[in-house]
Antibody, heavy 125, light 108 residues
């Protein structure tokens, strides 16, 4: 059974860089999209971005300028860095495994079937 | 505002059927997936694709798509189904994934 274990600093000051890592246990690292999602207190889910095992990325246009995602296939890990954080970045951050498949003839389906437990990140001076 | 529109709250009587909807411009092309989230927990995938349930999800959960609207239906709703439900699909430009704003389901 695939499990995702995530970790990173939970308390940051404004302007610092958020850094989170997610390790994949019990499954393949290839053919999937490794995803970051966040949830601000009392709010809905926000897709941050995804990266595949080749390092190809796609990210939320509202966050792209501050987000860097990377993979370490030798360790089955992927990471998120978000620069210049503010209080608005306070949230629970989740990593997840995403699957993206073609549904003939002209459709696609995409879903996140395995999630990490979440890391609470607080930005406060 | 979100590219995917969900009703903020829906209620249903115990044992009855409830439909939660998600409207978006790209749902015809990118099937929605649905997630259940209970307080303090990570989201849980309940429906993906045309109408697929991951292992362990009860068969009272089903999905459908009509035009630009995806629906999650719970037949014979149980007390433990009380949760927030989120859909995902592609944004209006077709470039990025987005979540709907979520629907809080209350079981009466």
């Amino acid at each position: 059974q695939v499990q995702l274990q995530q970790w990173g600093a939970g308390l940051l000051k404004p302007s610092e860089t958020l850094s989170l890592t997610c390790a994949v246990y019990g499954g393949s690292f290839t053919t999937y999209y490794w995803t970051w999602i966040r949830q601000s207190p009392g709010q809905g889910l926000e897709w941050i971005g995804e990266i595949n095992d080749s390092g190809s990325t796609n990210s939320n246009p509202s966050l792209t300028s501050r987000v860097t995602m990377s993979v370490d296939t030798s360790k089955n890990q992927f990471s998120l860095k978000m620069s210049s954080v503010t209080a608005a970045d306070t949230a629970v951050y989740y990593c997840a495994r995403a699957i993206w498949r073609r549904a003939p003839p002209l459709s696609f389906y995409h879903y996140m079937d395995v999630w990490g437990n979440g890391t609470t990140v607080t930005v406060s001076s | 505002s979100s590219d995917l529109t969900q009703d903020p709250a829906v209620s249903v009587a115990l044992g009855q059927t409830v439909r939660i909807t998600c409207q978006g411009d790209r749902i015809r092309t990118y099937y929605a997936s649905w997630y259940q989230q209970k307080p303090g927990q990570a989201p849980l995938l309940v429906i993906y694709g045309e109408n697929n349930r991951p292992s362990g999800i009860p068969d009272r959960f089903s999905g459908s798509t009509s035009g630009n609207t995806a629906s999650l239906t719970i037949t014979g709703t149980q007390a433990e189904d009380e949760a927030d439900y989120f859909c995902t699909s592609r944004d209006s430009n077709g470039d990025h994934w987005v979540f709907g704003g979520g629907t809080k389901l209350t079981v009466l």
